[in-house]
């Protein structure tokens, strides 16, 4: 088991150098690459459907202040496009459905999504619309 470990943190160490990673998600993915690595070796792999059907982590914590993950793939954006959406064969909406969150809900980091509410404030569109009538 020692050796599937050793694999598994270089693997993670790869990846933690090429992204920016919490220490939550580091420990997250040693175990579970460890783990595919064990169940590899020991042919027990598991089937692709049950792999897919838990999300990459808590979709409570997804949305952080300077990034949001995909729940999909575990990778980490700061908005969530709907040309990555699609390459899980996913809308936006389907997405939100499927991880509980609220049909409003941007899918972006909180920072993001606070920098664009507080710019739409400033333009007051609402306004522009009673005076063009």
């Not at 993915?29 to 064990?38: E, F, L, N, Y």
């Not at 040309?83 to 909180?110: D, F, M, V």
């Amino acid at each position: 088991m020692e050796e599937y470990l050793q694999s598994a943190l270089e693997i993670v160490k790869a990846q933690a150098g090429s992204r920016p990673m919490t220490e939550e998600e580091i420990l997250s993915m040693v175990k579970s690459v460890a783990g595919g690595i064990a169940g590899l070796v020991g042919g027990q792999i598991p089937p692709a459907g049950e792999e897919a059907a838990a999300p990459a982590m808590d979709p409570k914590k997804a949305i952080k202040e300077a990034s949001i993950v995909c729940l999909e793939c575990g990778k980490s954006f700061k908005v969530i496009t709907k040309k990555h959406l699609a390459s899980h064969g996913l809308t936006a909406e389907e997405y939100r459905a499927k991880y509980g969150y609220k049909k409003t809900q941007a899918l972006a980091c909180k920072s993001l999504a606070r920098e664009r509410r507080a710019k739409m404030k400033d333009m007051k569109l609402w306004e522009r619309r009673k005076k063009a009538e």
